[in-house]
């Protein structure tokens, strides 16, 4: 083997591991960002905004406009897939949080939105909490 051919194996080794370490490092940002954005959204929701009801319509109306349009760009991705998806992701969820923040700040304090873990209309004892939501009642 001569030491040309060896010294351009080494080089694109290097190059293939530097491409592997920034997509993990990546990816570990694109985790870490969505939690804290996971974080914020329970905190708002423990204080009552937005509400479940609110995240729920906002997160269907959410899945209906930019679903076809997250997987299209998906579809498009080329040899730098794995840096591509995180990318990718990592804009669609801030849409996604964008639209819940903008939500939050549309409703008013007084804006109950179907959350289900406050007290009913009548002043009654709480409703079913959040996690029972896909229960029947």
Known sequence: MST?????LNAELRRSWEHFRTAAV????????????????????????????????????FVG?????????????????????????????????????ASAEEAGPGDSGGGGGGRDAKGGKPGPSPRSRGTKQ
Not at 31 to 55: I, S
Not at 71 to 91: I, K, M, P, W
């Open 4 to 8: 040309e051919t060896t010294e351009e």
């Open 65 to 101: 406009d930019e679903g076809m349009k997250f997987a299209s760009a998906l579809s498009g991705l080329g040899v730098d897939y794995a840096r591509g998806v995180v990318e990718l992701t990592r804009e669609h969820e801030q849409r996604l949080w964008g639209q819940l923040r």
């Open 26 to 61: 990546r990816i570990a940002e694109l985790q870490t960002a969505m939690w804290g954005d996971y974080a914020e959204l329970m905190t708002g929701l423990l204080n009552g905004k937005p509400t479940w009801g609110g995240v729920n319509r906002t997160c269907w109306k």
